[in-house]
């Protein structure tokens, strides 16, 4: 008798195998919420990213505001929140630990709307104090469905990598 294994691997077996990827990527905004966080985002973006758009809501002009509805492409492009989240399958936010993460609520209201996943990735909260990482993860977590804090760079990048960005 063959195995369960053995038997999916016959000939006769094989036409009924996907033939096709597991998962395709997902398209993705990745936001800088705050400045800290904006250097970091410019750094991910210079990386090979499947389908991914780095945008910052820490370099908003007076009249441009994420309060708005508004955010900026790291090339200083405006770009409206409602068209992002509706071009993404998913929405990663990125926040430095201190309380500057604002942003997430306009962000957040318009990934809730449209029923986009969010994550939000805290950086910087190894040496941060017990108090900025509070303020930030009460900024961010009514608005996201995910909230990781990195303890290193490179955990972000494998985050990301894992959500198949």
């Known amino acids: 008798m063959l195995s369960e294994s053995a038997r999916v691997t016959t000939a006769a077996e094989l036409r009924f195998r996907v033939q096709a990827a597991n998962a ?3 398209a993705t905004a990745v936001i800088a919420l705050d400045r800290p966080s904006e250097a970091f985002v ?8 499947s389908q991914a758009t780095f945008l910052t809501a820490a370099d908003a002009a007076a009249d441009r505001h994420p309060d708005d509805g508004w955010l900026t492409t790291l090339d200083g492009r405006p770009a409206r929140i409602g068209d992002e989240v509706d071009a993404a399958d998913q ?9 500057r993460a604002a942003a997430a609520s306009p962000i957040g209201r318009a990934c809730s709307e449209r029923r986009v996943t969010t994550t939000a990735l805290v950086i910087g909260a190894a040496t941060a104090p017990e108090r900025e990482l509070s303020l930030t993860l009460g900024q961010l977590r009514p608005w996201s469905l995910m909230v990781v804090i990195a303890t290193n760079d490179d955990y972000v990048v494998d985050m990301m990598t894992a959500l198949r960005v």
């Open 24 to 26: 395709r990527p997902r």
């Open 42 to 49: 410019r750094s991910l973006a210079d990386d090979r990213w």
């Open 91 to 99: 929405v990663i936010m990125v926040a430095a630990a201190g309380g």
